[in-house]
């Protein structure tokens, strides 16, 4: 996981909305963004499991001290109002427009940046706003954008709903990143599934693997509501080896641990 920071100080965008070259559909997955074989491993998987149903709290803890929902789409971060977006459907014309109203801050919600245009959005937003922060969950593939005050209007006019490409070069350094984070959470992902196949194997398996994914989730919701319980003992009946998260974990106050236990 990793929060990528774009400046709006020394960026140098060279940008004509001329330039664009729409599409007729979604873009492929970019090889800067996404290593092939692994997205390929991914597609693969049929059932998805959801870890966690707090990813935007998640990813918004990372970021922000104070956190107060106003509504579904209006937040206070940090004594800021910010308006979150979504934008799952990836038509561009959809979220420009919406990010064309009266609030300074925003916050779009996405599930992945594999798409090279996709990537040249999100970069050339960081002309309109003072920074943009790009914030990956660590639990599952969960993306948030933030885009902090804005510094101009948003003058970008998007005529259709799929663009092939924007024409601009985005750093290859961001790229770097975002295609790391990409590769580290997809293994993961392809990983535990792995994992728990062949423990769905078995029935005593099928035990533990409910064992675990009842202690991983309340695990991950702690994690998100910065609960912890720090008195704990860990006493040898509440702690068991994770053969998912490969660690062991007290099933009471949920820390997580690499080294072998002695009691
Ligand atoms: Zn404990």
Not at 63 to 83: A, G, M, Q, R, W
């Amino acid at each position: 996981m990793s929060i990528l920071t774009i400046s709006n100080d020394n960026l140098d965008i060279q940008f004509e909305e001329s330039s664009i070259i729409y599409s007729k559909s979604n873009s492929r997955p970019s090889k800067s963004l996404i290593d092939p074989e692994i997205y390929t491993k991914y597609k693969l998987i049929k059932e998805t499991l959801i870890f966690s149903d707090e990813l935007f709290l998640e990813c918004i803890n990372y970021v922000f001290n104070s956190i107060i929902k106003i509504d579904k789409s209006v937040y206070i971060l940090d004594k800021e109002t910010y308006k979150v977006l979504n934008f799952s459907d990836k038509k561009f014309k959809t979220i420009n427009d919406n990010l064309k109203d009266k609030y300074l801050n925003y916050i779009i919600i996405t599930n992945d940046i594999f798409t090279y245009p996709k990537m040249q959005y999100f970069y050339t937003l960081a002309g309109y706003f003072q920074s943009v922060d790009i914030v990956m969950s660590q639990i599952m593939c969960y993306i948030v954008v933030i885009c902090k005050k804005r510094i101009k209007n948003l003058n970008l006019e998007i005529k259709n709903s799929f663009i092939k490409d924007f024409n601009i070069k985005v750093d290859e350094y961001i790229l770097k990143c975002i295609k790391h984070d990409n590769s580290a959470i997809l293994n993961n992902f392809i990983d535990t599934n792995k994992k728990i196949s062949g423990m769905c194997s078995s029935l005593s398996g099928i035990n533990s693997v409910n064992r675990e994914i009842y202690t991983i989730n309340k695990y991950y919701k702690a994690f998100i509501n910065k609960e912890c319980n720090i008195d704990c003992k860990c006493k040898p009946n509440f702690i068991f080896y994770s053969d998912i998260l490969n660690c062991h974990i007290c099933e009471n106050c949920l820390v997580l641990t690499r080294l072998p236990l002695v009691f």
